[in-house]
């Protein structure tokens, strides 16, 4: 028997908690607290705790073609049919669960391709505070359910409030709003209620916090002048942002899909908008760890390894890049996504860099500016490290 | 030939073991495992740094040098890795290491039967306390005015939470001090007075040791047959040298562990008055746990949660679309655990919502103890709720269309 623990980064929201798979021979079997997290304490919701089997769960284990069962070669090269389309007819449809490498390689395949690019669930903006500050905040503003999304921030909030913060919360009737002080019951963010205004404007250290796929959000507290949380709930969500992609619009004149549906099980309805157009393509490709209602109905399924199967970066909403680290081998007939993007790209002729997880996160450093002056090895402290404009 | 009770003095005689005072529990580990008393060693490694403790399965006994010496920030409880991980120890013979919250949740698991006691060899280790690894890496910055990187070593003596950088410099505060400013030890271990785990079958520790030995041998007491066999056989295997405790050393062990004893009681009065009692406790309990998000981490990590179906998890019993839960959700949790809480403040440190589960818990566990008198995790002896075999149970009302539980174990 060989057991041991790997602590690594919670493939769900934006917070980023640490936790540890537990791997008996070769196997995830459960979830450990990784206490030593400066993130969580070893805290973690009903979703983490559960991590290891969500990442196990409804594992697509070999490519499909049309529904058939089909062997990688042949569907890498019906999927090579994308050199087909001109520029403009092509979109990569990514998603924000990926590591900070896999991403940038996926963006690296669209620009070659000429194609467009956009993100399922991710979000825009950056934030000018952190975890631990909203902890230390005196007034907090939230607005909508934001400590159901991302319950471990939600934790801070809590925290501030047991020493003494005012929690403010304008949204519809929620989690957060029965954990909130001072309560406006409303779909939309109009104007902040009078008493708001003097509780903010009279704090030493203030935020707001909202998501960064709510757009209504983001505008009202950009009038409000003081430090956001800007909460991304997947994992890499912000990283995605940083990159520049942003939230997917599907041009009119797209006939064909690449889409990575990474997400772990629980989750599948984000692709519910997805899957109307779907239909209407003339070539639709999914690269998948496990089965999304997208897997059952594209034209072409290639298998790819899940989070724990490999290693690499992820950035967190505050901009903190953790190191997400191999627990096990991946099933049988399953593929890194970086393998599988090289392989393509060879097919449809483009070229891409190639390397280990290192030499990708190198690259994406020396192109992306925030993510300069962060090395590989830095990343490997629990506490990680920020990107350079959080 | 050692028997229950007997205490000694005990030292490694592996070059490569250096441990935290004289290397015997990992030299006794490493014996267990040469000599196939034991399949598999549960303990605690370093894991990234001194912060950052982490539970290791060895079965490589050349592997278990790299266990020794102790980590202040361990925080976690290792008994219920077996039930999860071990198959309860059904089919494996298993050594961990227990401090006492540990050993204490390893009765009760056992009691339940989700622990075969027969197959685990468990090596008590004194505990003052544990402190959160977050919590310590804050207070060493803010209050010690260290960088927490810096940090090679941390221990507890004298009443002082101490820390060591690796330019060698030594730095201690009182830990009253410090946990008056809510930092230092978890509440929970405060409260704790298992200090010395009798409950395991050998006690280890520091604390007194006295005189040439000071730093330099683990007291050892031997608390059961089994631990003894194992003793006598590390010492014929030559694994550990012994020797007689002095005399002075003991008295000094028996006041450390009585002046800890009193300090949990204190800890205990105070944390249990501030809580109110009766409507206003009630109170207290309904308005801190109405932040749960019902993650069920609490449940997750208790050692004594074990059923097959919780009854948290029954539409009946719990709205299961509300968030928060209703209130049953933890009528249920104290009603099923209560008498038989080891406080070992699982449910409180990893709760995401900081609900102090522990410290409710804790306080009515005391209440519950004077009115039935149960102690849990000191023996084998029952609580009622333990009497049955859930699956037998659940199988009985299934079979029988009855609703009344717990009738056979009530029956004369």
Request: glycine fraction near 8%.
């Given at each position: ?47 983490g ?87 230390d905040a005196?007034v ?72 960064a ?61 997805l ?63 970086a ?12 070229s ?39 | ?25 990992i ?25 950052d ?6 079965t ?68 003052g ?54 930092l ?5 271990c ?47 295997a ?22 800890m ?107 519950l ?39 056979n174990?009530?029956?004369?």
């Amino acid at each position: 028997m060989q057991m041991n623990y790997v602590t690594t980064i919670c493939p769900y929201c934006g917070t980023g908690c640490a936790l540890n798979l537990v791997v008996r021979d070769g196997k995830t079997v459960g979830v450990a607290p990784s206490n030593r997290s400066p993130v969580c304490s070893g805290k973690l919701c009903s979703r983490g705790l559960r991590a290891a089997q969500a990442l196990d769960e409804a594992r697509i284990k070999q490519p499909f073609v049309k529904g058939e069962p089909a062997d990688w070669d042949a569907a890498i090269g019906k999927a090579a049919e994308l050199k087909k389309f001109a520029a403009g007819e092509v979109a990569v449809i990514t998603s924000a669960r990926l590591t900070n490498e896999n991403q940038f390689l996926v963006q690296k395949f669209a620009k070659e391709l000429g194609a467009v690019i956009g993100v399922v669930n991710g979000g825009t903006g950056s934030s000018t505070t952190t975890l631990n500050e909203i902890r230390d905040a005196d007034v907090i503003l939230a607005l909508g359910d934001v400590m159901k999304a991302l319950p471990l921030t939600g934790n801070k909030i809590l925290l501030a409030k047991e020493k003494g913060a005012r929690i403010l919360y304008i949204g519809p009737q929620s989690y957060t709003a029965v954990q909130a002080d001072t309560v406006e019951i409303s779909d939309e963010f109009a104007e902040l209620p009078p008493g708001f205004s003097t509780l903010l404007k009279n704090a030493a250290r203030p935020v707001v916090v909202y998501l960064a796929n709510d757009a209504a959000a983001a505008a009202f507290a950009a009038g409000l002048k003081i430090n956001a949380a800007v909460l991304y709930d997947t994992n890499n969500g912000r990283g995605t942002a940083a990159m520049g992609i942003t939230p997917l619009s599907l041009p009119e004149t797209v006939k064909a899909a690449f889409i990575i549906a990474e997400t772990p099980e629980m989750e599948k309805d984000i692709y519910a908008d997805l899957l109307e157009k779907l239909d209407s393509l003339e070539l639709s490709i999914v690269a998948a760890s496990s089965e999304t209602s997208l897997s059952g109905i594209a034209d072409i399924v290639l298998p790819v390894s899940a989070l724990h199967e490999s290693e690499g970066t992820v950035t967190n909403w505050e901009g903190r890049i953790q190191k997400i680290k191999q627990a096990v081998a991946s099933p049988d007939g399953v593929k890194p996504l970086a393998d599988v993007l090289v392989d393509l790209a060879g097919k449809v002729g483009i070229s891409i860099p190639t390397g280990t997880p290192e030499e990708i996160y190198t690259a994406l450093a020396a192109e992306v500016p925030v993510f300069a002056e962060v090395s590989y090895e830095q990343i490997t402290k629990p506490e990680g490290v920020y990107l350079r404009e959080a | 030939m050692s028997e229950k009770g007997d205490m000694f003095y005990a030292w490694t005689k592996f070059d490569d073991i250096k441990g935290e005072c004289g290397g015997a529990v990992i030299s006794l580990l490493k014996y267990a495992l040469e000599a196939k008393i034991v399949d598999v060693v549960l303990t605690v490694r370093k894991g990234y740094d001194v912060y950052d403790p982490l539970p290791v399965f060895i079965t490589d006994p050349a592997e278990l040098a790299s266990c020794a010496g102790s980590l202040h920030c361990g925080t976690f409880l290792l008994p219920k890795l077996i039930k999860k991980y071990l198959n309860g120890a059904k089919d494996l013979k298993v050594a961990i290491t227990v401090k006492g919250c540990d050993a204490k949740a390893l009765y009760e698991l056992a009691k339940r039967q989700q622990i075969n006691m027969d197959n685990v060899l468990s090596i008590g280790l004194n505990c003052g306390g544990s402190v959160s690894p977050t919590v310590a890496r804050e207070m060493i910055a803010e209050k010690y005015g260290i960088d927490p990187d810096d940090v090679v070593k941390e221990e507890i003596d004298k009443g002082q939470f101490i820390v060591m950088t690796k330019d060698g410099q030594h730095k201690g505060i009182k830990i009253d001090e410090l946990e008056e400013e809510g930092l230092g030890r978890r509440a929970n271990c405060q409260r704790c007075e298992t200090k010395i785990p009798r409950q395991a079958d050998l006690a280890c520790g520091n604390w007194g040791v006295f005189g040439e030995k000071a730093g330099k041998a683990t007291f050892v007491e031997v608390c059961s047959p089994k631990g003894a066999a194992v003793f006598d056989g590390a010492v014929s295997a030559g694994a550990i040298d012994v020797c007689s405790p002095d005399p002075k050393g003991l008295e000094i062990r028996g006041k450390i562990e009585s002046v800890m004893v009193k300090m949990g009681k204190k800890a205990q009065k105070s944390q249990f008055a501030a809580l109110g009692e009766g409507t206003e406790r009630l109170a207290t309990i309904m308005r801190d746990s109405s932040r749960c998000i019902a993650c069920r981490a609490c449940i997750e990590n208790c050692p004594i949660c074990y059923c097959v179906e919780c009854s948290t998890l029954k539409p009946h019993l719990v709205d299961q679309t509300k968030t928060p839960p209703d209130f049953m959700f933890h009528l249920i949790r104290f009603a099923h655990i209560a008498d038989s809480c080891v406080n070992c403040g699982q449910c409180q440190e990893l709760c995401p919502a900081e609900i102090p589960n522990a410290l409710f818990m804790h306080a009515q566990q005391v209440e519950l103890e004077k009115m039935f008198g149960h102690t849990p995790g000191i023996d084998m002896s029952l609580p009622v709720l333990a009497f049955a075999e859930e699956r037998d149970e659940r199988q009985r009302l299934n079979d029988t269309g009855s609703d009344m539980i717990f009738e056979n174990v009530f029956k004369e």
